[in-house]
């Protein structure tokens, strides 16, 4: 079975200054890896996705993550944070069953932004 | 282009009723997946649907039941329903056959049992 890990339920950081959200992933298979965000009370919506072609994977509003095979790791990172960003956020494996496919989400990190 | 839609956006039920939701997916989509993400939690999967037939089932009891349609639309049942159920639900709309696709999630319906 494939799960992820998010090593921190919360995450602030100031305006300005760089944001590091950490995720381990554990898979069987070739995953795809996927960062989602959830502002609240509203949908889930796609940041960024690994499906084995760049490690170095770049998404939406200035975010990135770096997958990292040898540390079973899929951190998502912007250099410089907004106010904007705070929401919470889901480290994601597809874990692919012949064609079908079933999302297995981390538990979350909230990112709190301070002026 | 409408995404995925959900209704209703808000839902009260009684311990021991049974509540229907409805998911229409993106256009284009052929499979649906629904998943229960209850508070302060990430979202669980529960099954997903294809050619009107589940296809993947989580770990959930037989309460929770679904349904697809020939326009490739959806409906969540869960029966006798138990405070441990009040969760936000979402549904996601992909194609079938492309798993490093992503899912596109609906708003979700907030379902409260008391």
């Known amino acids: 079975a494939q799960s992820v890990t998010q090593l921190d339920s919360h995450v602030s950081v100031s305006e300005g200054t760089p944001v590091l959200l950490r995720c381990n992933y554990s898979?069987?298979?070739?995953?795809?890896l996927f960062w989602y965000v959830q502002h609240p009370n509203k949908g889930l919506q796609l940041l960024l996705k690994y499906t084995s072609a760049a490690t170095l994977v770049k998404g939406i509003n200035g975010f990135e993550a770096e997958f990292k095979k040898s540390e079973t790791s899929f951190h998502l990172t912007k250099p410089s944070a907004h106010m904007s960003d705070a929401a919470e956020y889901f480290c994601v494996v597809s874990d692919p069953d012949g064609t079908a496919s079933k999302l297995t989400f981390g538990t979350g990190t909230r990112l709190q932004v301070t002026l | 282009d409408a995404g995925v839609t959900q209704s209703p956006t808000h839902l009260i039920k009684t311990r021991g009723q049974q509540v229907t939701l409805r998911c229409s997916p993106k256009?284009?989509?052929?499979?649906v997946s629904w998943y229960q993400q209850a508070l302060g939690q990430g979202p669980q999967f529960i099954f997903q649907?294809?050619?009107?037939?589940?296809?993947q089932r989580g770990n959930f009891p037989d309460r929770f039941s679904g349904h697809q349609f020939p326009n490739y639309s959806s409906e969540l049942n869960v029966n006798a329903l138990l405070l441990g159920d009040s969760a936000l639900y979402l549904c996601a709309s992909s194609w079938w056959g492309r798993q490093s696709d992503e899912q596109y999630f609906g708003p979700g319906t907030r379902l409260t049992v008391t």
């Open positions: 898979s069987s298979y070739s995953p795809s």
């Open positions: 649907y294809y050619e009107e037939e589940e296809r």
């Open positions: 256009s284009g989509h052929d499979t």
